[in-house]
């Protein structure tokens, strides 16, 4: 077939996924249909409730602005896209009304795909609809985002991971087909047993002619009848809700999902024409998706070796990568991971704990605690960590101490040997409790730590700075908070040296802007061209937030609480230390994000990012995000007088 | 004004080939202006955007290499109605210019003649607006090669581009925009004004794609100016032949 005469244009199509599965052939009759927009600032290009979308828009150059106008016509921005990214594709699936308002931030251009050809697209290829599948989940989300002020990546209702296991299965598939119907002047009480007996969570009300008139949940019942204090002999009507919605058998999953989440609704009415065929429940989608987190949860602590443990690696890591694609919050999400985590942790710990009474070594000899450290120990994992950890135990007896030692060594390294196999590689430091140095007795460690903060140099502060963002996981919680309070009281004391000290190790990173605010990137090498996230951009929080939350004495060991509480203490500028907080939840999506691509593309997982590779928006906000590190930085150095202090 | 006064030449030339026998291209060209009217919204109406690539720059002894074109309707780009056509020159190619559009001569040997060419873009073309960056010299070779093949030159309205963009964008009064300081209007210069990423620079439809993404912007900037209309177009970037 004759190639497409405009290189540049099948170029950049071809580099936007999911059009980066097409085959030669089918880009090329794919692009052909496309048609080139441009829309200039401040041009209204969707409209809310407006026609339906005619197209799905790809940006090819600028930024759009997505939003919602509420009753009372403000605005709330939902999100903004640029170049590569779509919009559009909700309406056009739906074959509704626009949800949102789209409008060109930037002088835009815009690729536009007549619908048709989208959905015939969406209809013939995997990639197409799983992709859409997500944006769909996302701009549900979005909608979600502005009224309720939270986002439900991960709700009680499991809505993590919907968007997966919902594509390409039709209402029908999931709907119940026997619904529970009752007339009106039914009283509650009865209409209650008849949900109880059939097990189900909730009652139409339908009329002589039988057209369903309401409908009666089960968390109705609670809310407004048991919460109302309503006669049990009252009739269903009374209290039924008669905003009836219904779906289409034939419809997808999705779009059920979508209908409750935009209504608020737990129940969709499933009808043919007049017919009602079945009744969809929050609940049904839930359990389609089979991979909520909370029955990963229950499958990690039933797991009675660590065979079935490293089983369960796979799915942990695609829940991992579905809530942190879902998006939200850096703070919630990484919270979320170290959740499971340290479930995982504490049973390894049971299952070395069986196997070291399997192998006759006995019972520990005492009481100990496992110390999460660095960003484990912050709650602030991501998708690629090596494992830090180390451990404490209860002073053994006189004269059995070798024992003792030898006995959680050992245990140490069944743990980490767990860990490994789960995909937590060893710590090339051999910062792990099966190491003699990270292994050590409860006195020990008080000794230990009085010291590193009493003699400030080199290798005693990098120590610290490893270990004190320690976190007690099991089984003796309280040597934790105990050696914490010691720590605490140890280096506090306003300007402290050692904290001095801590504060001046913490300023080695600069985040790399320059004099004119241009990113400094790296000049040679393998990493040319790019900035290193984690290094010059991460750390330096994290090590503002230790500094400063040692020397208030602060029990927690997040970075984003710590930060808090540092605002709300007014050592330093509390618009500041704010500022820094955002920057560092927006690098670590910047981080998360990165390394999803880099696994999507079966590149190893680094920190090093090529600025030029990002958005305008991104680009922005990153040089945000480092101006306001720096600003915080300055402020540190100020608040313990660090260029006073010699060089160690 | 300016489409009255196309309209009286149509007017003319039709009432002067009246008893002529003319070929479809040739009858479908001379009602290009029906239908069309001032007051129209700019975004609305039909145009082609097209680029010739040519030998060299001298009008009268270069020869056209190929053709490039596309359509802009509803202000929107066609990339399904693309017009893209080598030309054979009927004589050789010299290597200079060569390094400039990357044609090698054996890519136009066995390509169709001027005229050929010529026939099937007026058929494309139909009675769109005609729209190029600095028109006259790529209408030079259009108007010759109609008046050779039927007596009068094309009839559709013809933009320039660079008279557009000129009237939209005027020089700075004082000094002097040291981006652009050698030829501000050039398409080179626009290109990297407007920041345009798409197309590749000289190859006709790649400097047509171009000059189309241009021709968006100015559209936009004539409605922002409130001046959207047909007339107001013609009126800041018409082409106006020179009489011959």
């Known amino acids: ?648 | 004004m300016v489409l009255a006064a196309a309209r009286i030449k149509n007017y003319l030339t039709r009432a002067f080939l009246a008893r002529r026998d003319l070929t479809n291209t040739a009858q479908n060209n001379l009602i290009a202006l029906e239908g069309l009217h001032a007051g129209a919204d700019v975004r609305h109406l039909d145009y082609v955007v097209f680029d010739l690539e040519t030998s060299g720059v001298s009008t009268s002894e270069d020869r056209v290499l190929s053709v490039g074109a596309i359509r802009v309707s509803g202000g929107l780009i066609d990339l399904d109605s693309c017009f893209h056509q080598y030309v054979n020159p009927g004589q050789d190619i010299s290597n200079d210019s060569v390094t400039l559009h990357g044609i090698k001569p054996d890519q136009v040997a066995q390509a169709p003649t001027l005229d050929k060419v010529f026939h099937d873009f007026m058929g494309y073309a139909g009675s769109s607006i005609l729209v190029a960056h600095q028109a006259a010299f790529d209408m030079h070779f259009l108007q010759s090669y109609m008046k050779r093949r039927y007596g009068f030159p094309p009839q559709n309205l013809v933009i320039d581009t660079l008279t557009l963009v000129r009237s939209l964008f005027p020089p700075r009064p004082f000094g002097y925009d040291e981006k652009f300081a050698a030829r501000p209007y050039s398409l080179d210069s626009l290109v990297q004004h407007f920041d345009i990423k798409l197309g590749v620079r000289h190859t006709a439809l790649g400097d047509a794609l171009i000059t189309a993404l241009i021709l968006q912007r100015l559209l936009a900037r004539l409605v922002k100016v409130g001046k959207g209309e047909l007339k107001h177009l013609l009126s800041l970037g018409g082409f106006q032949p020179k009489k011959t």
């Open chain 1, 1 to 648: 077939m004759l190639q497409f005469p405009l290189p540049r244009v099948l170029e950049f199509v071809r580099g936007v996924a999911p059009f980066s599965a097409l085959d030669e052939g089918e880009l090329a009759a794919v692009v052909k249909s496309m048609k080139i927009a441009f829309f200039p600032a401040g041009e209204a290009i969707l409209r809310m409730g407006g026609e339906p979308a005619l197209h799905l828009y790809l940006v090819h150059s600028g930024l759009v602005r997505v939003h919602l106008s509420d009753e009372d016509g403000a605005e709330i921005l939902v999100d903004f896209r640029s170049e590569g990214e779509f919009f559009g594709s909700v309406s056009l699936l739906q074959g509704k009304q626009a949800l949102f308002n789209v409008t060109a931030e930037e002088d835009v251009i815009a690729f536009l795909l007549p619908a048709e050809d989208f959905k015939a697209l969406v209809e013939s290829h995997l990639e197409f609809k799983r992709h859409f599948a997500y944006s769909l989940a996302h701009n549900f989300q979005g909608s979600h985002l502005s009224s309720q002020g939270d986002p439900p990546y991960c709700t009680d209702r499991g809505l993590i991971n919907l968007d997966m296991s919902l594509i390409g299965r039709s209402v029908s598939d999931l709907m119940k087909r026997d619904v529970l119907c009752c007339p009106p002047d039914t009283p509650l009480k009865e209409a209650a047993q008849a949900m109880t007996r059939r097990g189900v969570s909730s009652i139409v009300i339908s009329g002589d002619d039988q057209g369903p008139l309401g409908i009666l949940t089960d968390t109705d019942m609670r809310s407004r009848v048991l919460a109302g204090g309503l006669d049990a002999q009252a009739p269903v009507s009374a209290v039924m809700s008669a905003d009836l919605k219904s779906i289409e058998p034939q419809v997808y999953a999705y779009d059920a999902l979508l209908n409750m989440t935009r209504h608020n609704l737990s129940h969709l009415l499933v009808s043919e024409g007049e017919r009602l065929v079945g009744i969809i429940s929050m609940h049904d989608l839930q359990r389609a998706t089979g991979s909520a987190p909370l029955g990963i949860i229950a499958d990690i602590d039933k797991s009675q070796s660590v065979e079935q443990l490293a089983e369960l690696h796979r799915e942990v890591m695609l829940l991992e990568e579905g809530l942190l694609r879902q998006g939200g919050p850096a703070k919630k999400l990484v919270g979320l991971i170290a959740e499971l985590n340290d479930r995982l942790t504490l049973r390894l710990l049971h299952i070395a704990e069986d196997r070291m009474r399997g192998q006759g070594r006995g019972d520990p000899p005492g009481a100990y605690c496992w110390l999460a450290l660095g960003s484990n120990g912050r709650r602030e994992q991501t998708l690629t960590t090596d494992q830090d950890n180390a451990l404490a135990f209860a002073d053994p007896e006189p004269g059995a101490e070798e024992d003792t030692k030898r006995w959680f060594l050992d245990f140490g390294e069944q743990v980490n040997e767990g860990l490994v196999r789960f995909g937590f590689p060893r710590d090339l430091a051999g910062m792990m409790a099966c190491q003699p140095d990270w292994c050590h007795s409860y006195t020990e460690w008080r000794t230990k730590t009085s010291w590193w903060i009493e003699h400030p140099f080199d290798r005693t502060l990098l120590k610290a700075s490893m270990f004190f963002d320690f976190r007690g996981l099991a089984v003796d919680q309280g040597f934790s908070r105990e050696l914490r309070a010691m720590v605490n009281q140890a280096s506090k004391g306003n300007r402290s040296l050692f904290l001095r000290y801590l504060a001046k190790n913490g300023l080695y990173n600069k985040p790399p802007l320059g004099f004119l605010r241009q990113f400094v990137v790296e000049k040679g090498g393998e990493r040319k061209n790019k900035l290193d996230l984690k290094n010059k951009g991460l750390l330096p929080v994290v090590e503002f937030a230790r500094v400063l939350a040692l020397d208030l004495g602060l029990t927690t060991t997040n970075t984003f609480e710590r930060l808090e509480a540092i605002a709300r203490n007014e050592i330093i500028d509390s618009a500041v230390v704010e500022d820094m907080s955002e920057a560092y939840s927006f690098l670590m999506l910047l981080r998360i994000d990165h390394h999803m691509q880099a696994r999507a593309t079966g590149h190893e997982p680094d920190n090093h990012i090529n600025p030029e590779q990002l958005n305008s928006l991104q680009r922005k906000m990153l040089k945000e995000s480092f101006a306001a590190i720096a600003r915080g930085q300055e402020e540190l150095a100020m608040h313990y007088v660090t260029d006073q202090l010699k060089d160690i």
